[in-house]
């Protein structure tokens, strides 16, 4: 199983409406649509993961509040500034959420 993460993201809300609409008009199952956002959720870890080359860095001014529950870090951060090579943007507020990068199939598994 792969994080949901991206599903609260705009691409991942798209998917979700237009399979709801599908399903209202019959022309798929629930049981498809799950199989599709597990998919979903599969293949844009991996993509991310395995395609997306490019680094930045950030400095926060201040570090607000932090978690660490089951696995993911949280991080709310005040006046940050993100630099990739020569560009730099500066925003207000910013939330991370960061979780391990292993694959999370691979760490259930071990863990019987």
Same mark, same amino acid.
């Given at each position: 199983?792969? #994080?949901?993460l991206?599903?609260?993201?705009?691409?991942?809300?798209?998917?979700?409406?237009?399979l709801?609409?599908?399903?209202? #008009?019959g022309?798929?199952?629930p049981?498809?649509? &799950?199989?599709?956002?597990l998919q979903? %959720?599969?293949?844009?870890?991996?993509?991310?993961a395995?395609? =997306?080359?490019?680094?930045?860095?950030f /400095?926060?001014?201040?570090?607000?509040? #932090?978690?660490f529950c089951?696995?993911?870090?949280?991080f709310?951060?005040?006046?940050?500034?993100?630099?990739?090579?020569?560009?730099?943007?500066?925003?207000? /507020? =910013? /939330?991370i959420?960061? &979780? %391990?990068?292993?694959?999370?199939?691979?760490?259930g598994?071990?863990?019987?």
């Amino acid at each position: 199983m792969s #994080y949901q993460l991206y599903r609260n993201t705009t691409i991942g809300h798209t998917l979700q409406e237009s399979l709801d609409e599908l399903i209202q #008009y019959g022309q798929i199952t629930p049981q498809l649509a &799950c199989k599709v956002l597990l998919q979903f %959720d599969k293949s844009i870890n991996q993509t991310l993961a395995t395609r =997306v080359k490019s680094r930045l860095t950030f /400095k926060a001014g201040k570090l607000n509040t #932090y978690r660490f529950c089951d696995n993911v870090w949280t991080f709310m951060l005040n006046d940050v500034e993100f630099r990739e090579v020569q560009e730099i943007t500066k925003i207000d /507020k =910013v /939330k991370i959420v960061a &979780c %391990d990068g292993k694959n999370v199939s691979e760490e259930g598994s071990s863990k019987k």
